[in-house]
């Protein structure tokens, strides 16, 4: 008997308890914690992260009032009320590479345990609560894991143990976890527009012998990327996403491919722009930085960048529906009012084609 489907089934971004990325960091005083955490972020600064706690204050009023206050330098600083939600946790944590937990107030998925003496006790409280311990942290040089430990992780002696004095262990550990979390990248091709200009469907024009939409997905799996045609219907072709945002264009295109595979980050590349080539994209993928919300293309005489030409990181994907929320369906102003990574390459490598003379003009200088 087949199980009756109530809600469409949606491939759901991978996320932890509260965030995509989190590490539960628990068993000593808070203050030592948030110290480690300080002076970890130090250290990675070039990653986004955040830090996620509970006040020890009490009888605090609830607030009447949700105030944003903006300093000069940059930082914002708010305060409002509410409850500890992981659905509304994990939609403010999206943007963030990896988020700090303070296991002594929340329980999460991936734990660092602190080797404190004095709490031995409260891990053993707390061990069903400990479920992937990815190290260990002295507070002193003699000290083992408690017997709880040993009895919930007989492979103890295999997990890493730093002293706490030992940053650069630590961050280098951490470093590494935020690396293996780094989303695959796919490659979308763009195809299901109007070519209202040109008179005729520029992905079939031929520059190189081939029409233009198989040469670029041709360019982009030659760099190891797993790629789609970005179509309007639904052919059941295995090699195509069809718009499940409809009559948005571009815009519907990339969300399309982000709600087949939200955690993936892709790269979108347009039919129209026949002198990206194999070295551009690969510029591309080298400078790409999975920290920011995407890394695009500009023209060094071009006031903005390109969005068709531009790596989407999953984090990108709330944030264009929060776009398309208020009403906007240009990729180019999500990407120009976001923390995006710009790679500025000569103006004619990305000439837009738009019409029969301009396509004739271009043949006729590619054959050059």
């Known amino acids: 008997m087949t199980k009756h489907q109530k809600h469409t089934n949606i491939t759901k971004r991978s996320n932890d308890t509260f965030a995509p990325n989190e590490l539960v960091l628990l068993g000593t005083k808070c203050g030592v914690i948030a ?16 830090y996620f706690d509970a006040s020890h204050a009490k009888d605090v009023a609830e607030n009447q009032l949700s105030e944003f206050v903006f300093h000069h ?34 329980a999460g998925s991936k ?35 408690f017997q709880s430990l040993k009895a919930k992780f007989p492979n103890w002696e295999e997990i890493p143990q ?3 004095s030992d940053i650069e262990s630590i961050t280098n550990h951490i470093s590494e976890l935020i690396q293996e979390t780094i989303p695959v990248i796919k490659g979308l091709v763009l195809v299901g527009g109007k ?40 052919a059941g072709n295995e090699n195509e996403i069809h718009d499940a945002f409809l009559n948005l264009g571009p815009f519907g295109g990339i969300c399309s491919a982000f709600q087949k595979d939200p955690n993936a980050a892709w790269l979108i590349l347009a039919t129209d722009v026949p002198f990206v080539n194999d070295e ?20 060094k005489g071009k006031e903005f960048v390109e969005p068709l030409i531009t ?22 102003k ?14 004619d490598l990305i000439r837009n084609i738009n019409t029969p003379k301009e396509f004739e003009q271009v043949k006729e200088e590619l054959k050059k």
Do not use: W
Not at 75 to 87: D, P, R, V, Y
Not at 92 to 101: G, N, R
Not at 215 to 223: P, S
């Open 195 to 234: 070519s209202t200009r040109m008179g005729t469907d520029k992905s079939q024009l031929e520059y190189f012998g081939k029409p233009q939409k198989e040469y670029v997905k041709e360019l982009l799996e030659t760099n190891a990327l797993k790629t789609y045609y970005s179509v309007q219907n639904d």
């Open 334 to 347: 999500t990407l120009i009012n976001s923390d995006v990574e710009i790679v500025e390459v000569d103006d």
């Open 280 to 299: 551009l994209i690969k510029l591309l993928l080298e400078k790409r930085n999975p920290s920011k919300v995407a890394t695009a293309i500009k023209g």
């Open 111 to 145: 734990q660092v345990v602190f080797l404190d003496p004095e709490k031995e006790a409260s891990i053993t409280k707390r061990i069903d609560q400990i479920s992937e311990v990815q190290f260990f942290i002295k507070l002193t040089n003699t000290i083992e894991p």
């Open 162 to 164: 730093y002293d706490l």
């Open 311 to 332: 790596i989407y990181e999953p984090k990108a994907y709330p944030i264009l529906l929060q776009y398309l929320a208020q009403g906007y369906s240009c990729p180019r």
């Open 73 to 106: 330098d940059g930082n914002l600083q708010i305060t409002t009320s509410g409850h500890i939600n992981k659905f509304e946790q994990r939609l403010q944590f999206a943007q963030y590479d990896y988020v700090f937990i303070n296991g002594n107030h929340y």
């Open 35 to 50: 110290e480690l955490v300080n002076q970890v972020s130090k250290e990675l600064s070039d990653c986004r992260l955040a």
